[in-house]
């Protein structure tokens, strides 16, 4: 479970845990967390948390929320982040990144699973969602809009019940289906996601060499081509085109179409990609070129 | 239909990545008929691969056989459909329900599940069925358009407003799907008929794919190597797994040559007039 540890001037104060789907941080005693600071309003911040997420939202608070630094209104809190209310300080752990989960079990745990109305009972029992309690919590979420509850609340009108459930799964609830908010994996899903949370494309690696092309023959002899794309093409269209990619391993060169496939320092490749090394010289469509690594 | 499989080129590939030890992935091309099929299949064990290659058998069979003798872009008058989405949504029920019932009789199977994403060309034309988070990609001229919409948690927040495209890159419930084959008795499968242009190029893929390699980058992959379409597929995969290859992944692309039109000659108007 994630949590935030709550700090004043480098004190640590109070540890919360981010058990519930809403979380108010402010002044007021009514707060989940209270700060009674005259610089915190009444009702500052709200955490919405459901299953590994959980977003922070400023309640339109006099002084502002900041996070890492930087005024936010809303935002979807990242391991580490450090929110500012005030001159107190959150700082946001997700549990499953502190505790360092094996890759393999992170692995098992990233494995795309079904959620769907039903199951948030059962959630709630073994405590695998946080997010989404069954009973007084699902009329809760229903009754807020943008919440979480609203968010999910699609798809309980649009699926199907089973006419029976299947062996393993629990039976369904049978009180009010319409309003179960969400639900949880069909999968035990107990614990909780991977240890590395970029799956965003990544750059090639910062140290690679910057490769580039320059054409030694024909018309355009001398001119130089940088090859800061992932994907370079070179060639005619309909006479003879290679590619080269640039990976993190460094880059390589392919045949795409045309009848002759491209040399490479005199030798003929084949359909297989060829990696390139500094000085290599490519002959392409009649056209001699020299691969370099630019500037170290 | 020797039209339809001269104007459409084929060609795919499927990985398992570099953290995963099985694929639980599954394609189908059945060119000759202009049909795509993909599902991403979920479940302990090996019970992924199962659910995910029941859902590929059974909809590519099924609709390769329904298709004999029937004119896809013919409209059922009892709900205003191609005959291209009533085929599709009638075999995606079939497939729900064989995977279902495998999963109800067989307890190692239990809980199983699959995504699918289906592509059906006709007469000018694409029927997309799809179920999960397995998507339908287009690249038009200069344009590159996810065109189906997932069925997952995130895109639900997302149309909510309560999290931002941007901050959906971050989320860590990108793995939790709403709807999948195999789940529940039936199935709510999406469906919809695009118009295709020649050189159009159409991709379908897993999230394997689309949550290693960014927009921007299959865009270029489709639009610099159009020439080579296998080594297109072959590259979106290979930069997948450059990126940490963290789940299976599965591609089909189907390049747009020529028009196919159906022919709409006086027989086939007085046919599909009876219908």
Redesign the interface.
């Known amino acids: 479970m994630a949590k935030l540890i709550l700090s004043l001037d480098g004190t640590v104060m109070k540890e919360v845990p981010l058990d519930r789907e809403r979380l108010t941080v402010g002044r007021r005693s009514s707060n989940d967390l209270q700060i009674d600071n005259l610089a915190v309003s009444g009702e500052h911040a709200l955490i919405v948390t459901i299953l590994n997420d959980s977003f922070l939202e400023d309640l339109g608070s006099t002084n502002g929320t900041l996070v890492n630094g930087v005024p936010i209104k809303k935002h979807i809190l990242q391991h580490n982040d450090v929110i500012e209310i005030g001159k107190y300080k959150l700082k946001y752990i997700a549990e499953h990144i502190a505790t360092g989960m094996q890759p393999a079990v992170a692995a098992e745990f990233e494995k795309t699973m079904v959620i769907r109305p039903g199951m948030a009972a059962r959630a709630a029992q073994t405590g695998a969602s946080p997010a989404f309690g069954a009973g007084p919590a699902a009329t809760a979420t229903t009754t807020q809009p943008g919440s979480a509850g609203q968010a999910a609340s699609p798809i309980t009108g649009q699926q199907s019940r089973p006419a029976s459930a299947p062996p393993a799964a629990p039976p369904p609830p049978a009180a009010r289906p319409t309003t179960q908010p969400l639900a949880s994996a069909t999968q035990s899903y107990a614990g909780p996601a991977p240890t590395q949370t970029n799956l965003q494309p990544q750059a090639p690696a910062a140290g690679q060499l910057l490769g580039a092309i320059q054409i030694l023959t024909g018309p355009s002899a001398g001119k130089e081509l940088e090859l800061v794309k992932n994907l370079t093409t070179l060639g005619k269209p309909g006479v003879q085109v290679a590619v080269i990619t640039r990976r993190p391993q460094g880059y390589f060169i392919t045949h795409v179409e045309g009848a002759n496939f491209p040399i490479v320092n005199g030798k003929t490749l084949d359909a297989q990609a060829h990696p390139l090394r500094d000085h290599d010289i490519v002959e392409l469509a009649g056209v001699k070129m020299e691969f370099f690594h630019k500037g170290a | 239909m020797a039209i339809l499989s001269a104007a459409l080129e084929f060609a795919s590939a499927t990985d398992p990545g570099r953290?995963?030890s099985h694929n639980e992935d599954s394609i189908g091309t059945e060119p000759e008929v202009g049909l795509a099929v993909l599902a991403?299949g979920?479940?302990?064990y090996n019970a992924?691969e199962v659910a995910s290659g029941i859902a590929v058998a059974v909809v590519s069979a099924e609709i390769k056989r329904a298709l004999s003798g029937r004119t896809l872009h013919s409209i059922d008058p009892a709900t205003g459909r191609t005959e291209a989405e009533c085929i599709a949504l009638k075999h995606s029920a079939k497939a729900n329900t064989s995977i279902?019932e495998a999963?109800?009789s067989q307890?190692q199977y239990?809980?199983m599940?699959t995504?699918l994403v289906v592509a059906l060309f006709f007469d000018n034309r694409v029927c997309v069925a799809h179920v999960?988070?397995s998507r339908l990609y287009r690249l038009r001229a200069d344009a590159f358009e996810q065109i189906t919409r997932d069925h997952s948690?995130l895109q639900?927040?997302i149309?909510?407003?309560?999290?931002t495209r941007e901050?959906a890159?971050?989320?860590?419930?990108?793995?939790?799907?709403?709807?999948?084959l195999g789940?529940?008795?039936?199935?709510?499968t999406e469906v919809h008929v695009y118009e295709t242009k020649p050189g159009d190029t159409y991709l379908l893929c897993s999230?394997g794919l689309s949550?290693?390699?960014?927009d921007d980058?299959m865009k270029?992959?489709l639009a610099?190597?159009q020439?080579?379409l296998q080594?297109a597929a072959e590259?979106l995969v290979?930069?997948a797994n450059?990126?940490?290859g963290?789940?299976n992944i599965s591609v089909i692309l189907v390049r747009v040559k020529d028009d196919y039109a159906a022919p709409k000659g006086w027989i086939a108007r007085l046919i599909s007039w009876f219908k």
């Open positions: 953290v995963r991403d979920m479940g302990g992924g279902f999963a109800r307890p239990s809980g599940g995504t999960g988070d948690l639900e927040q149309d909510s407003g309560m999290i901050a890159k971050l989320s860590q419930n990108k793995n939790l799907v709403t709807r999948a789940i529940d008795a039936e199935v709510e999230d949550d290693m390699v960014g980058d270029i992959t610099s190597l020439a080579n080594l590259q290979q930069q450059d990126n940490g963290r789940d």
